[in-house]
């Protein structure tokens, strides 16, 4: 992966984030949500794993999450990095905007 790749990569998955994670926050009217949610999504994404896996074969579902996240190159953990800081700025930016009188929904 190229430099301008990577950077176009870390700003994309910190806007989305930010954004997904500012819409729940508002609409769910909880701060931290979408930092809850986003390791799922991330071993979602990462592992190879059904859903239905982990219900019917736990311990084959949750060691392969290990070993799929062990593999992971440098660049794919600061890109998943850069979503979870989108997730916390998120966060951050809700819980100001209430102390600062806004209610959102």
């Known amino acids: 992966m190229n430099i301008p790749q990577l950077i176009i990569s870390i700003v994309l998955f910190l806007v989305l984030f930010f954004g997904i994670g500012f819409l729940l926050n508002m609409v769910l ?45 440098l660049v794919d953990m600061i890109i998943l990095f850069s979503g979870f800081a989108g997730a916390i700025i998120s966060g951050i930016v809700i819980k100001m905007l209430r102390v600062r009188g806004y209610q959102m929904f």
């Open 29 to 73: 009217r909880s701060t931290w949500i979408m930092a809850f949610i986003y390791p799922l999504v991330i071993i979602w994404i990462v592992n190879d794993a059904k859903l239905i896996d982990y219900v019917t074969q736990p311990s084959v579902a949750f060691s392969s999450i290990g070993e799929h996240l062990f593999a992971l190159q």
